[in-house]
């Protein structure tokens, strides 16, 4: 079994991100698993018809760019995680599931399209506003403001190899839970490994009234107390 599956759930995105994400053309991969002709009825926008029986024979056909976010559209959860463990396993650590499927989309009021969606994947990376990099997050963390709350949204194992000191530690599934932990009258910023999830966690914040940013880069914590940052 999988180590992601033994220790944690998979990462589950919201109608909201995805929402958000698909403004951006091509800047998530939206997967969408469901019968042909269900697809053909009504999708989300940008989507890419998948069919499951053949996904394990398609890996070259995604990205080249392993962190690319990877949004699993399915009609059930488990019918997705067949696939999530497919497409994780090949390195796409920031694969997630559409939260509730596409009833929970179209539940939601967002917009569908009709007809033919994309047989071949499309990724382009682009980062959403809000986002900031390497420079500007360590000149926010070198001065220590107590204006400013540092929030890593990486899960409770990740964080036991090491965080930024400081730092709260809310994963980014349970920030929407949690929003009674986080000042509202302070500046909020989210990190995670990729800055997938820590965008996840800035839409969230923002759709509750908070002043947020995430960083867009890569943490790597090769000792407790010590870090490093790259970007992506």
């Not at 399915?74 to 997705?80: F, I, K, L, S, V």
């Not at 989210?190 to 880069?217: H, P, V």
Request: aromatic content about 8%.
């Amino acid at each position: 079994m999988p180590a992601w599956k033994k220790n944690k759930k998979p990462l589950v995105a919201s109608a909201k991100y995805l929402e958000q994400m698909s403004k951006f053309k091509n800047s998530v991969v939206i997967a969408d698993i469901r019968p042909e002709a269900e697809v053909k009825a009504a999708h989300i926008a940008g989507s890419t018809v998948l069919s499951t029986e053949t996904l394990s024979t398609m890996q070259d056909k995604f990205p080249a760019k392993k962190d690319a976010p990877i949004v699993i559209v399915a009609n059930d959860y488990n019918e997705a995680l067949k696939s999530f463990d497919i497409i994780r396993a090949w390195g796409y650590k920031n694969s997630s599931i559409l939260k509730g499927g596409f009833a929970a989309w179209q539940k939601a009021g967002l917009p569908t399209t009709s007809g033919d969606a994309a047989s071949e994947i499309v990724y382009v990376a682009k980062p959403i506003p809000g986002a900031i990099g390497v420079a500007d997050f360590e000149a926010i963390l070198a001065k220590k403001s107590d204006d400013v709350v540092i929030i890593d949204v990486r899960t409770e194992d990740e964080v036991a190899s090491g965080t930024i000191p400081g730092a709260i530690n809310i994963p980014t599934e349970e920030v929407a839970e949690r929003l009674d932990e986080i000042p509202k009258g302070k500046q909020v910023v989210t990190y995670c490994s990729t800055g997938i999830r820590a965008e996840m966690a800035y839409i969230a914040l923002k759709d509750n009234g908070y002043t947020a940013k995430f960083l867009n880069a890569k943490t790597d914590f090769p000792e407790a107390d010590k870090y490093t940052l790259g970007e992506n």
